[in-house]
Protein backbone atom coordinates (compact mmCIF):
# COMPACT_ATOMS: atom_id res chain seq x y z
CA UNK A 1 0.00 0.00 0.00
CA UNK A 2 2.92 2.68 -1.15
CA UNK A 3 0.51 5.36 -1.92
CA UNK A 4 2.51 8.53 -3.05
CA UNK A 5 5.98 7.87 -3.17
CA UNK A 6 8.98 11.20 -3.48
CA UNK A 7 12.51 10.24 -3.92
CA UNK A 8 14.80 11.71 -2.13
CA UNK A 9 13.81 12.78 1.21
CA UNK A 10 17.14 15.26 1.48
CA UNK A 11 19.27 17.21 -1.42
CA UNK A 12 21.83 19.60 -1.04
CA UNK A 13 22.87 20.79 -4.52
CA UNK A 14 25.20 23.96 -5.57
CA UNK A 15 23.57 26.44 -7.48
CA UNK A 16 23.72 25.55 -11.12
CA UNK A 17 22.95 21.77 -10.53
CA UNK A 18 20.37 20.31 -12.50
CA UNK A 19 18.51 17.88 -10.99
CA UNK A 20 14.89 15.75 -10.67
CA UNK A 21 12.83 15.05 -7.91
CA UNK A 22 10.61 11.86 -8.58
CA UNK A 23 7.54 11.11 -7.98
CA UNK A 24 5.14 7.92 -8.62
CA UNK A 25 1.38 6.62 -7.28
CA UNK A 26 0.16 3.49 -7.61
CA UNK A 27 -3.83 4.35 -6.97
CA UNK A 28 -4.29 5.15 -10.67
CA UNK A 29 -4.61 8.58 -9.89
CA UNK A 30 -5.47 10.66 -13.03
CA UNK A 31 -4.08 14.03 -11.48
CA UNK A 32 -0.57 14.78 -10.08
CA UNK A 33 0.69 17.55 -9.25
CA UNK A 34 4.07 19.15 -7.27
CA UNK A 35 3.93 22.00 -4.71
CA UNK A 36 6.84 23.74 -2.78
CA UNK A 37 6.05 24.59 1.13
CA UNK A 38 7.73 27.92 1.97
CA UNK A 39 7.45 29.48 5.72
CA UNK A 40 4.71 31.84 5.64
CA UNK A 41 3.51 31.59 2.50
CA UNK A 42 1.82 27.66 2.25
CA UNK A 43 1.88 25.45 -0.32
CA UNK A 44 2.00 27.26 -3.90
CA UNK A 45 1.83 25.37 -7.44
CA UNK A 46 4.43 24.94 -9.30
CA UNK A 47 2.72 22.11 -12.21
CA UNK A 48 0.21 19.59 -12.56
CA UNK A 49 -0.88 16.91 -14.41
CA UNK A 50 -4.50 15.67 -15.72
CA UNK A 51 -3.52 13.02 -17.29
CA UNK A 52 -0.40 11.16 -18.91
CA UNK A 53 1.02 13.30 -21.33
CA UNK A 54 -0.97 16.58 -20.32
CA UNK A 55 0.56 19.18 -18.08
CA UNK A 56 0.29 22.57 -17.06
CA UNK A 57 1.71 25.30 -15.17
CA UNK A 58 0.53 26.53 -11.64
CA UNK A 59 1.80 29.28 -9.99
CA UNK A 60 5.46 29.45 -9.61
CA UNK A 61 6.71 27.38 -12.63
CA UNK A 62 9.75 29.21 -13.32
CA UNK A 63 13.16 27.18 -13.15
CA UNK A 64 11.11 23.94 -13.51
CA UNK A 65 10.42 21.54 -15.89
CA UNK A 66 7.41 18.75 -15.53
CA UNK A 67 6.60 15.88 -17.73
CA UNK A 68 3.77 13.10 -17.83
CA UNK A 69 5.01 9.97 -19.50
CA UNK A 70 2.88 7.08 -17.91
CA UNK A 71 0.22 7.44 -14.87
CA UNK A 72 1.79 6.54 -12.36
CA UNK A 73 5.26 8.66 -12.57
CA UNK A 74 5.22 12.85 -12.40
CA UNK A 75 8.79 13.77 -12.00
CA UNK A 76 9.95 17.44 -11.25
CA UNK A 77 13.15 18.92 -13.11
CA UNK A 78 15.03 21.62 -11.90
CA UNK A 79 16.80 22.95 -14.70
CA UNK A 80 19.37 25.28 -12.98
CA UNK A 81 19.06 25.24 -9.38
CA UNK A 82 19.38 28.99 -7.53
CA UNK A 83 19.14 29.51 -3.74
CA UNK A 84 15.37 30.49 -4.30
CA UNK A 85 14.46 27.06 -5.13
CA UNK A 86 15.47 25.80 -1.50
CA UNK A 87 12.56 24.61 0.00
CA UNK A 88 9.99 22.01 0.78
CA UNK A 89 8.65 19.67 -2.28
CA UNK A 90 5.35 17.97 -2.52
CA UNK A 91 3.80 15.56 -4.62
CA UNK A 92 0.23 15.08 -4.49
CA UNK A 93 -2.20 12.72 -6.25
CA UNK A 94 -6.11 12.41 -6.86
CA UNK A 95 -8.85 11.25 -9.15
CA UNK A 96 -9.63 13.67 -11.17
CA UNK A 97 -12.81 14.70 -9.93
CA UNK A 98 -12.88 18.23 -7.93
CA UNK A 99 -14.82 16.14 -5.18
CA UNK A 100 -11.65 13.72 -4.41
CA UNK A 101 -9.23 13.78 -1.63
CA UNK A 102 -5.36 14.51 -2.63
CA UNK A 103 -3.05 12.18 -1.02
CA UNK A 104 0.52 13.15 -0.17
CA UNK A 105 4.22 12.22 -0.72
CA UNK A 106 6.65 12.27 2.49
CA UNK A 107 7.95 15.82 0.52
CA UNK A 108 11.52 16.29 -0.30
CA UNK A 109 13.67 18.89 1.57
CA UNK A 110 16.17 20.50 -1.32
CA UNK A 111 18.87 22.68 -0.38
CA UNK A 112 20.80 25.01 -2.39
CA UNK A 113 23.80 26.50 -1.69
CA UNK B 1 -8.96 32.80 -10.32
CA UNK B 2 -9.70 30.87 -7.40
CA UNK B 3 -7.72 31.82 -4.02
CA UNK B 4 -8.16 31.32 -0.74
CA UNK B 5 -7.14 33.31 2.56
CA UNK B 6 -6.25 32.40 5.87
CA UNK B 7 -5.98 34.70 7.93
CA UNK B 8 -4.80 33.17 11.21
CA UNK B 9 -1.14 32.77 10.99
CA UNK B 10 -0.36 31.73 14.43
CA UNK B 11 -2.89 30.37 17.01
CA UNK B 12 -2.01 29.34 20.39
CA UNK B 13 -4.76 27.87 22.79
CA UNK B 14 -4.63 26.01 26.10
CA UNK B 15 -5.79 22.53 26.15
CA UNK B 16 -9.78 22.22 26.45
CA UNK B 17 -10.09 25.62 24.62
CA UNK B 18 -12.41 25.96 21.68
CA UNK B 19 -10.88 26.50 18.30
CA UNK B 20 -11.92 28.24 15.28
CA UNK B 21 -9.58 28.85 11.84
CA UNK B 22 -10.90 31.26 9.40
CA UNK B 23 -10.64 30.27 5.84
CA UNK B 24 -12.44 33.02 2.91
CA UNK B 25 -12.28 31.58 -0.80
CA UNK B 26 -13.12 33.88 -3.59
CA UNK B 27 -14.35 31.62 -6.60
CA UNK B 28 -17.54 32.28 -8.72
CA UNK B 29 -18.52 28.98 -9.35
CA UNK B 30 -19.49 25.68 -7.48
CA UNK B 31 -16.08 25.03 -4.96
CA UNK B 32 -15.35 22.01 -3.52
CA UNK B 33 -13.45 22.65 -0.12
CA UNK B 34 -10.83 20.94 2.00
CA UNK B 35 -9.44 21.40 5.58
CA UNK B 36 -5.87 19.31 5.28
CA UNK B 37 -3.57 18.94 8.36
CA UNK B 38 0.25 18.85 8.43
CA UNK B 39 1.39 17.21 11.86
CA UNK B 40 5.54 18.29 12.62
CA UNK B 41 7.84 16.70 10.31
CA UNK B 42 4.96 14.64 8.48
CA UNK B 43 2.99 15.25 5.23
CA UNK B 44 -0.30 16.97 4.47
CA UNK B 45 -3.42 14.34 5.22
CA UNK B 46 -7.26 15.58 4.70
CA UNK B 47 -8.91 16.57 7.87
CA UNK B 48 -12.26 16.73 6.06
CA UNK B 49 -14.10 18.64 2.59
CA UNK B 50 -17.52 19.59 1.33
CA UNK B 51 -18.52 18.90 -2.21
CA UNK B 52 -22.56 19.14 -1.65
CA UNK B 53 -25.56 18.26 0.74
CA UNK B 54 -25.24 19.26 4.12
CA UNK B 55 -23.09 22.72 4.85
CA UNK B 56 -21.94 21.37 7.99
CA UNK B 57 -19.06 18.99 7.72
CA UNK B 58 -17.62 16.50 10.27
CA UNK B 59 -13.86 15.18 9.80
CA UNK B 60 -11.92 13.28 11.78
CA UNK B 61 -10.27 13.95 15.21
CA UNK B 62 -13.67 15.77 16.48
CA UNK B 63 -13.44 18.83 13.76
CA UNK B 64 -16.13 20.01 11.89
CA UNK B 65 -16.52 22.97 9.55
CA UNK B 66 -19.19 24.77 8.00
CA UNK B 67 -19.42 26.11 4.46
CA UNK B 68 -21.28 28.96 4.27
CA UNK B 69 -22.04 30.18 0.79
CA UNK B 70 -22.84 34.26 1.39
CA UNK B 71 -20.27 34.63 3.27
CA UNK B 72 -17.76 32.67 1.02
CA UNK B 73 -16.17 31.02 3.99
CA UNK B 74 -14.74 27.77 5.13
CA UNK B 75 -14.36 28.19 8.83
CA UNK B 76 -13.05 25.06 10.82
CA UNK B 77 -14.03 24.41 14.32
CA UNK B 78 -13.08 22.32 17.12
CA UNK B 79 -15.21 22.35 20.78
CA UNK B 80 -11.77 21.54 23.01
CA UNK B 81 -8.32 20.91 21.40
CA UNK B 82 -6.02 18.76 22.68
CA UNK B 83 -2.11 19.25 23.14
CA UNK B 84 -1.69 16.32 19.87
CA UNK B 85 -3.58 18.83 17.45
CA UNK B 86 -0.83 21.49 17.52
CA UNK B 87 -0.17 21.16 13.79
CA UNK B 88 -0.40 23.30 10.79
CA UNK B 89 -3.86 23.65 9.35
CA UNK B 90 -4.42 24.17 5.54
CA UNK B 91 -7.70 25.50 3.73
CA UNK B 92 -7.98 24.41 0.16
CA UNK B 93 -10.51 25.11 -2.76
CA UNK B 94 -10.58 22.82 -5.55
CA UNK B 95 -11.66 23.79 -9.06
CA UNK B 96 -9.34 21.73 -11.64
CA UNK B 97 -6.83 22.52 -9.31
CA UNK B 98 -6.11 22.46 -5.88
CA UNK B 99 -5.09 25.88 -4.39
CA UNK B 100 -4.13 26.13 -0.85
CA UNK B 101 -4.41 29.03 1.11
CA UNK B 102 -0.95 29.67 3.46
CA UNK B 103 -1.85 27.87 6.56
CA UNK B 104 -2.37 28.20 10.04
CA UNK B 105 0.08 27.09 12.66
CA UNK B 106 -1.87 25.75 15.60
CA UNK B 107 0.02 25.25 19.32
CA UNK B 108 -2.00 23.76 21.92
CA UNK B 109 -0.37 24.48 25.60
CA UNK B 110 -0.76 21.72 27.88
Known amino acids: NAGVTQTPKFQVLKTGQSMTLQCAQD?????MSWYRQDPGMGLRLIHY???????DQGEVPNGYNVSRSTTEDFPLRLLSAAPSQTSVYFC????????????FGQGTRLTVV | AQSVSQHNHHVILSEAASLELGCNYS??????LFWYVQYPGQHLQLLLK??????LVKGIKGFEAEFIKSKFSFNLRKPSVQWSDTAEYFCAVKWGKLTFGTGTRLTIIP
Open chain 2, 27 to 32: YGGTVN
Open chain 2, 50 to 55: YFSGDP
Open chain 1, 92 to 103: ASSYHRNEAEAF
Open chain 1, 27 to 31: MNHEY
Open chain 1, 49 to 55: SVGAGIT
